[in-house]
């Protein structure tokens, strides 16, 4: 746009140039200055008459008053408004006083009636003064005798007219010829009237005679549409005043769309086709160019009046146009006005000044209907952007004032244009106050703005949820704002999207990090995200760091994996896929080799190829499935063992059972050998029979059944197959029954055993066989490692739900570090070979066992050369609605005696 304005600048400033030059040559500059001459031109009619307006224009056109001595003073006598003798009367008056002391050098008249004024008193008003008058109809011989006088005829040429009428409208059937009722009008009708025979047959005529426009119009419009209409009359309106011809001639045309043909030019170009015209303009050429000579010298008497009027046949192009009339069927030297190719008459020199003039105004005026039509595809363009975007745009002037906006942007703000359509900043303030949640914040920042003018966005909040990115830019234009663009786009899909976007890459990077795998994602070759693990797989501190160090550089692939590894990356890195997992071995920095299981898979994001690899340290699952298999190979060792142990536990039982039938029979026959009466004649050497081998024989008798019973015992415990003979007793009495059967014994080893209890009675659930053994047993133990002299208490109390049974003795005691295995089977505390005191180390355990089957426990307390107490813990339960049994116990006094001494047989005496 500047660049146009630039060059119509520089051109305007050629057209001056060339303008002045054409001054400077031109031959009325040349001219000498001379005596200043008065011409009068009288015009019959009034100003606005185009007649008359252009023959005053043809006058002036000779006269080049701005540049010459020539001083034209022009008088109209308005004679069409008025023209009786008292106003001309008037007019003589008037002009008698107006021009008494004037110094008139010429005087030009127009028309008949200023004719026929000046002859009746040019004498009184304008004595010798010469006198050349156009546009006369009609001349005496005053004109011709030639008395100051000379001018030019005006004739109408109305046969030519209709002719070339008749000629463009061979259709036509009637002709319409319309005057007013002025003398003129009068004298004109006539004349046309006598030519009608001419036109006998051809078409009809009829003369329309009236002043009135409103009669005129309303006949034409009634008229058939194949009427011509000559147009002569000069119309008044309703109050008298006269309508311009070219004016009311084209309401009737419009009207009636009836072809207009007339013998004047004035009224030509205003819906009048033309005809063979007499011109005003000619006619006011001619009469100045006679008036001129007369001025420059030339007696008026030598100037011929001019009887021929120069009528030229003229035609209106756009009327031609609209009744298709064709050029060519025009007269020969037709002038066509209003023509498209307009043909200028002017001197050569300035012809070619003219010539650029035109050109270049040509090229100017290209160039601003170049610039118009920029502009309003500029307009275009603008009012397209405005309306095709989803953005809400209101554009202000750089004094804040609204220039325009958008439909988007009202339906943003829920406002009407008309509320736009004042200022500015306050109306915004109005608009937003009520439906955003920060106002003050904005308004803060409007006032911001607007005072610092630059570019500035921010996002909006709506109470209603919405949320706006707003943007502010000042339009600039040649360094300077013009205006300002507020920008308002709805973001609340978007910032929701963010949102749920950002809680789930929240969500990802967390269930990411706490992976316990190794996670590595790959943006093309490069590591982007890794993981805790991955950083620790590799040893990186930080994901920059791992990036510059790359994961191939950290670790190292183990020989056997590198070929399906490569293959496997090729893969991923070319096509979108996933690879399974797999077993892999890395080789660390440190040289450890790490079992690993690695899977990925890949996908492709704008034209990036993206891996995730996730790398499994299965180095503990390894190790665990090792064990596992250890665990295994164990069972089943176990479960030899078992087996093994079942095996060695029926042999025992096997065995056990086999020597005992053959000890029982051996043991039987010893008995048997007692009882018999014993005779012997040499008390020196003992009769085999006598009673100390027998008793040797019984003691031995008896260990061999101790320890078959023993382990018989605890064989059917071990195979769970002792039986147990559970019922309601008075433990108190069981206990105290056997530890008195066992005192006599004690006495024999000079070991004082003491029953002690709290308590006469506590009934419990128990097998009383099973009982009276381990307290046989203990009391044996304690009997057994009690030298003589000792003291062995037996107590019974209750404690809470719990009957305590203790056995304490004051014997040798057992060492701390034997303590916790003494219960162990085979366990003995002296293992040598050497003992006082025989046993096999099952009694314990098969104690131990038979507490345990009454849920009991059973623990020691000993201290070395102090003494040992064993102390039994037994429940009490009694068996539900079963009778305590009182009379019955475990053993016979006879039974409890061989039982005894079997338990004691490992006693030395
Ligand atoms: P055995 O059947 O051979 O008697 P036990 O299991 O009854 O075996 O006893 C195991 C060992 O515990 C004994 O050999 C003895 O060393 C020790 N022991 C048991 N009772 C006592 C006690 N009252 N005082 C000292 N030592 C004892």
């Known amino acids: 746009m500047n660049q146009n304005l630039k060059i119509i600048r520089i051109f305007m400033l050629i057209v001056l140039f060339i303008f002045f030059m054409g001054l400077i040559v031109s031959p009325s500059l040349a001219q000498e200055l001379q005596q200043e001459r008065h011409i009068l031109v009288l015009n019959s009619y009034n100003k606005g008459y185009a007649w008359t307006d252009n023959i005053v224009e043809g006058i002036e056109s000779i006269f080049d008053t701005e540049n010459s001595n020539y001083k034209i003073s022009i008088e109209y006598m308005d004679t069409n408004i008025r023209h009786d003798e008292d106003y001309i009367s008037l007019l003589h008056q008037l002009y008698k006083s107006k021009f008494q002391n004037t110094d008139i050098d010429i005087i030009i008249a127009s028309d008949n009636v200023a004719y026929t004024f000046l002859k009746k008193y040019h004498g009184d008003l304008f004595p010798n003064i010469p006198i050349v008058v156009c546009g006369l109809n009609f001349y005496d011989n005053y004109i011709i005798q030639q008395n100051n006088f000379t001018g030019i005829v005006e004739e109408l040429h109305f046969k030519d007219t209709i002719d070339i009428a008749l000629a463009l409208h061979p259709k036509a059937s009637n002709f319409i010829v319309i005057f007013d009722n002025s003398r003129t009008g009068n004298m004109n009708t006539q004349a046309i009237k006598t030519l009608v025979p001419l036109y006998n047959n051809k078409i009809e005529f009829k003369f329309i005679q009236s002043d009135s426009f409103e009669e005129v119009a309303q006949k034409a419009k009634k008229l058939p549409k194949d009427s011509i209409i000559f147009a002569g009359a000069i119309l008044q309106d309703k109050y008298g005043y006269p309508i311009p011809i070219e004016k009311g001639y084209k309401l009737i045309s419009q009207a009636a769309h009836i072809p207009i043909y007339t013998a004047w030019d004035m009224s030509i170009g205003n819906g009048i086709i033309g005809g063979k015209v007499v011109s005003g303009y000619d006619q006011g050429v001619a009469v100045a160019n006679m008036a001129k000579e007369v001025l420059e010298g030339r007696s008026i008497s030598t100037i011929p009046f001019q009887r021929k009027s120069p009528n030229k046949y003229v035609f209106d192009y756009n009327e031609l146009k609209r009744f298709n009339i064709n050029i060519n069927d025009l007269p020969k030297d037709s002038r066509i006005i209003n023509k498209p190719d307009l043909y200028l008459k002017i001197p050569k020199e300035q012809f070619y000044i003219a010539l650029i003039l035109i050109i270049l105004l040509g090229i100017i005026l290209y160039m601003l209907k170049k610039q118009d039509a920029k502009d309003s595809f500029n307009k275009e363009v603008m009012r397209a952007i405005l309306h095709s975007t989803n953005d809400g745009l209101l554009i202000y002037d750089y004094e804040y004032n609204y220039v325009n906006t958008n439909e988007q942007f009202k339906k943003m703000w829920n406002i009407s244009e008309d509320s736009l359509g004042q200022n500015s900043l306050f109306v915004i303030r109005k608009i937003i106050k009520d439906q955003v949640k920060n106002y003050n914040d904005i308004i803060d920042n409007i006032n911001n703005i607007v005072t610092n003018s630059t570019y500035t966005s921010s996002v909006v909040e709506l109470k209603s949820g919405k949320s706006y990115e707003w943007v502010f830019e000042p339009l600039i234009i040649d360094n300077g704002i013009s205006g300002y663009l507020w920008r308002y786009k709805d973001i ?287 009391l044996s133990n304690a009997v057994k490692f009690t030298p003589s002299g000792g003291l062995i208490e037996v107590n019974i109390m209750q404690e809470e739900n719990n009957v305590i049974i203790n056995i304490k003795d004051n014997g040798i005691g057992i060492p701390k570090d034997k303590l916790q295995d003494i219960f162990d089977r085979f366990k003995q505390v002296d293992s040598s070979t050497t003992r006082s005191k025989e046993g096999s180390g099952i009694g314990l355990s098969l104690v131990k066992a038979l507490v345990e089957l009454h849920s009991g426990t059973i623990t020691v307390e000993s201290e070395l050369e102090m003494g040992s107490e064993f102390i039994i813990r037994l429940p009490i339960v009694q068996l539900p609605d079963t009778p305590t049994v009182y009379s019955e116990v475990a053993t016979t006094r006879d039974e409890k005696v061989e039982r005894i001494s079997i338990e004691f047989s490992d006693i030395y005496s």
Not at 599 to 619: E, H, P
Not at 670 to 677: E, K, Y
Not at 719 to 728: A, C, E, R, V, Y
């Open 492 to 778: 609340t899909m978007k910032i929701d999207y963010e949102k749920k976007l950002a809680k789930s890459q929240k969500l990802y990077s967390k269930f990411i990090e706490i992976l316990p795998d190794a996670v590595f994602i790959y943006k093309n070759t490069k590591v982007v995200i890794a993981n805790e693990s991955a950083l620790n797989l590799l040893g990186h501190d930080t994901i920059e760091e791992m990036c510059e160090d790359p994961f191939e550089n950290s670790i190292q692939i183990h020989p056997n994996y590198i070929d399906v590894v490569s293959k496997r990356m090729d893969q991923l890195s070319t096509i979108e896929t996933t690879v399974d997992f797999m077993e892999e071995k890395y080789i660390l920095q440190n040289g450890d080799v790490v079992d690993v299981e690695v899977g990925a898979t890949s996908f492709k994001q704008n034209d990036d190829m993206y891996i995730v690899l996730v790398i499994r340290d299965i180095r503990e699952r390894k190790k665990s499935e090792k064990l596992t298999r250890r665990i295994q190979e164990k069972n089943i060792q176990l479960k030899k063992a078992k087996e093994y142990d079942t095996l060695k536990t029926q042999f025992f039982s096997t065995i056990s059972h086999e020597l005992k039938t053959p000890l029982n029979v051996i043991l039987g026959t010893v008995q048997l050998f007692q009882s018999m009466p014993q005779e012997s004649n040499n008390t020196d050497t003992p009769h085999p029979l006598s009673g100390k081998y027998i008793n040797m024989m019984k003691q031995n008798c008896y260990r061999l059944l101790r320890l078959i019973n023993n382990l018989i015992d605890i064989t059917r415990i071990d195979s769970n197959f002792l039986k147990m003979n559970i019922k309601n007793y008075n433990i108190v009495y069981i206990v105290e029954d056997i530890t008195l059967s066992v005192a006599e014994y004690a006495k024999i080893y000079d070991v004082k055993l003491i029953f002690d209890t709290e308590i006469e009675e506590i009934i419990i659930a128990c097998d009383a066989d099973k009982i009276e053994r381990i307290i046989l047993n203990l």
